[in-house]
């Protein structure tokens, strides 16, 4: 039977680079995508990193995705408020940029925004969020595709809306938080998951077409398609549906593009949000108040003696200095796909 | 029997600016305090309404609280971002500033954020947003008490934050969309109530302080305290445990004073963040895609053919319009209290 084979970082990264610049994308665009899907592998966020890249090469050379740094278009900027035209320009590196520029927003008076639409898929949100941490920035990140409805409002039947992730990047003393959840219950790939192993879902977090709480991946499936409960699920929906409306707003509802323009191609509208400790009380005092507040937390007794108490991110955390000591072990089936990408492109081969 | 009586808004807010007023509240600050708690009563949050006053004006008698303006110190500016140190002024004249100054950069620059320390108590926090929103503003509030300790840890026993609030007013052509909720499955106040009327919660929400999710209000009132669950309950606590740790960064982390400082006196930490969807997409695409998402809601098939879908913040601003219209329905008791207030205020008393 094959196992997992281990790769060595940068020699995995250089790889990835070179299919997506063999591919046409240009180099500051192959780098930044390729740090950011390799960042969400490393946190082991399987289904978002390495995982995407045959499928984002296939949007570059099917033409619906584009990988020129001058694709993305800046349509404002006021100094700490921007706004972004993704032109379905690969999502990591649109994402990227309008983190760098919320940032730069931030460090000049406290804290920047920045709004992205029509960015190709954008991966996994905590991937892009320790650089920011590193520097002693509070990064967040919105987003939501207005081609897409999969969840219901509180109440209601039908899908409108998406899973609406927020994340956010804390800084500590030690390592940073990191967290990055849906306002849904579960996400899209959580329920395809379980249709694909005949499994239901662990609670009844999907609502079928005729208005049923269910936990069976079919209900979803149907024509016209079921939904996914908000956060809160049943009980208190009410919650996760208000949030999930508040990131429509500032994703979306800023960038000005959305559900109304009924919007045929996938494609996310992202906010960027960074905030400079320093202006406030200053990074030292927040990190003081933020690292006693992870102490306390992880000095909870465990309702489970057997699972302690953790904080956001500390598991992928620890995933990812494993891999970058040990390196990133890959499956056999990632790594005959990203070889045959390569043979396609006329990049040598990953080794095994 | 006694019945409710209502109260025309103007007399009333006269009524109650002359109560702090007179028990030594600046009038700016009585002015803006009665504003947030009849804004709080009008849209029906009773508990964080005009049942705030006896409570808030005692503070000020017992000199817990402050009520001059003067005591709001403003520790730093940027122009897009402020810190204020509230040395226990009365809270929402505290968020007020911040909010107004979170708008002024908002205005300016396209976003502002203001962090309040040490504000007194602060209400309810959608009161706040109507007068921004009606300016084309997207405005927010966080806020969390480190005095306090009440929300367990997601898969942890013992009580360690406070329910951490996030609030958002989000303009629309019509009606805001006003929300408002907890970042844990209940708020103290549903807590208390349920004891108060001896009753069990709807839902398994508590944890005792051995570790046993429970519906019963006596499992919270024990010694060591219980706990109440993060929102998402045992089964998808891990994302409303992580939203209330972003809650705690940004507000006690960036004000720099929180529960690393044990402080003894109730005061919250509170942050206010303004958006001006001018600086984007433009108000009108704005608003445009907003009431798009809410007419798809108000669209959606209801699960209960009773109870139509309903948008946050929908059923306050009807309760709000009617108060407007017809006066303010006031229980006898409140009234009593408040008379009695004015009496040792020696303000004439409200009429029956």
Known sequence: MSEAIRYEVNALSTFVERLFENAGADAEVAQVVTRVLLEGELLGHRTHGLNLVSRYIGGMLSGQVKAQAAALEQVSDSGVASLFDGNYVLGPYCVSRALDCAASGASAQGIGIAVVRRAAHIGCLAAYLKPYTDRGLVALVYSSDPSVGLVCAHGGVDPIYTPNPIAAGIPTRGEPILLDVSM???????????????????????????????????????????????????????????????????????????????????????????????????????????????????????????????????????????????????????VADLNQLAAQLQVAALGH
Chains 1, 2 share one sequence.
Do not use: Y
């Open 184 to 334: 849904s219950t579960v996400t899209m790939a959580m329920v395809s998951q379980c249709r694909d192993n005949g499994s239901k879902l662990a609670h009844p977090v999907l609502m079928s077409n005729e208005g049923k709480a269910s936990d069976d991946p079919a209900d979803f499936f149907t024509s016209p398609q079921g939904s996914i409960l908000p956060l809160g699920g049943q009980g208190f929906g009410h919650k996760g549906f208000a949030l999930a409306i508040l990131v429509e707003a500032l994703t979306s509802g800023l960038a000005g593009h959305g559900r109304k323009d009924c919007p045929d191609q996938w494609g996310a509208s992202a906010t960027a949000v960074v905030i400079d400790p320093r202006f406030f009380g200053g990074l030292q005092a927040f990190t003081d108040e933020t690292s006693f507040l992870g102490q306390l937390i992880l000095a909870s007794r465990p309702v489970d003696p057997e699972r302690p108490v953790r904080l956001p991110g500390q598991a992928g955390l620890a995933l990812r200095s494993k891999a970058l000591a040990q390196g990133v072990s890959l499956a056999p089936t990632l």
